[in-house]
């Protein structure tokens, strides 16, 4: 089993940036699949991003899409979300996961280990 720790989260103005990071330790971190999801308030956990074990596919949500950017460098057990132009509806605590499997999903339940995720605030 793969362990995960989310970090990079914090508070920004509308229209900035940040990174999140997410270090994996345990099992090989390239014999998984990767992706982001998040949670606000009062709303249920949802996808955001995924990546291929390879880096070589990635998949977005419509409201991400042309705005964060998923990346990992598997030499360094470290999964990545770049966010740009940050919108007041991005705050969430944003979590990473492990898919054990081939299929790039946004499938909540093909993911079998998460962090406890980090959050992300953005203000008007």
């Known amino acids: 089993q793969v362990q995960l720790v989310e970090s990079g989260g914090g508070l920004v103005q509308t229209g900035g940036s940040l990174r999140l990071s997410c270090v994996a330790s345990?099992?090989?971190?390239?014999?998984?699949?990767m992706g982001w999801f998040r949670q606000a308030p009062g709303k249920e956990r949802e996808f955001v991003a995924a990546?291929?074990?390879?880096?070589?596919?990635?998949l977005y949500a419509d409201s991400v899409r042309g705005r964060f950017t998923i990346s990992r460098d598997n030499a360094k057990s470290t999964l990545y979300l770049q966010m740009d132009s940050l919108k007041p509806e991005d705050t969430a605590v944003y979590y990473c996961?492990?898919?054990?499997?081939?299929?790039?999903?946004?499938?909540?339940?093909?993911?079998?280990?998460w962090g406890r995720g980090t959050q992300v605030t953005v203000s008007s």
């Open positions: 996961a492990a898919n054990p499997f081939l299929v790039l999903t946004k499938d909540q339940d093909q993911y079998r280990a």
């Open positions: 345990g099992r090989a971190f390239d014999s998984y699949a």
């Open positions: 990546i291929r074990w390879s880096g070589s596919m990635t």
